[in-house]
């Protein structure tokens, strides 16, 4: 009887299994596409500001050598890229890890936090990616803060940890509150709601984004995600 039911229950197991791998893959690439793009186009503008007023000179001129290493593994896609912008190079050149120890209490070392956690999730490394990313002390900004919330809950998601990020995509739609964002992650919070039966929940989310965020691409198919959870 204990052999049947062993039998019986492995493919649930595996169903399960193929169904938290699927989630990785997902919110792997959500953190990429969402957030290294909001960082890249407003990050380096806090830096230039704080370069050209003599503070933390030194840490700013090492996070640029790494800023252009990640922007580089951006590009390439490869590990080895990402590795480096973490470590830093030969040359003397330090990582986002040296940075973030060694400047913690710069606006550099507060970034370079970020900027780790996103290179450990790229490397699949999500356990690591949630420490980091988890130390960043958000900016203030309706963008990058909010960015980085939602791309903590795509990590927790990674993790198997399917309440705390809902939980933390929540969070981050209502901090950001905007077109671009919210619709973003109150999407990504429905579909981990649905996925553990909750379609009702999941339902409110969407009709959140009908009724708010009319003027995003996710207004226009909305409806559809309505429907199915109805």
């Known amino acids: 009887m204990t052999d049947n039911k062993k039998r019986q229950g492995a493919p649930v197991e595996k169903e399960t299994l193929n169904q938290n791998e699927a989630f990785v893959l997902k919110y792997r690439n959500a953190i990429i596409a969402c ?3 909001v960082v890249l186009a407003i990050v380096g503008g806090i830096f230039w500001r704080d370069h050209t007023r003599g503070t933390q000179e030194k840490a700013s001129t090492e996070m640029s050598k790494a800023q252009e290493a990640f922007a580089m593994a ?11 912008a973490l470590n830093g190079d030969s ?7 040296a940075i973030a120890s060694q400047y913690g209490s710069t606006k550099a070392g507060n970034l370079a936090n970020l ?14 990616a949630a420490k980091y990313l988890e130390k960043f002390n958000g900016v203030g900004d309706q963008m990058v803060s909010p960015a980085v919330m939602g791309a903590l809950g795509n990590v927790y998601a990674s993790l198997n940890q399917l ?4 939980s933390t995509l929540k969070k981050a739609a209502e901090k950001a509150d905007n077109n671009s964002l919210s619709p973003q ?15 009702a929940e999941a339902l409110k989310l969407y009709q959140q984004i009908k009724d708010k965020y009319f003027q995003s691409a996710q207004y226009q198919i ?4 309505i429907e199915r959870v109805k």
């Open 163 to 166: 309440d705390k990020a809902v």
């Open 35 to 37: 957030v290294a793009v």
């Open 91 to 97: 040359l003397g050149h330090a990582g986002f890890l």
């Open 185 to 199: 992650f109150l999407i990504q919070a429905g579909e981990i709601l649905e996925s553990q039966g909750q379609k």
């Open 115 to 128: 900027y780790a956690g996103l290179c450990y999730a790229r490397l699949g490394k999500m356990e690591d």
């Open 222 to 225: 909305i409806d559809e995600y």
């Open 74 to 84: 951006m590009q390439t896609n490869t590990p080895q890229a990402f590795e480096l």
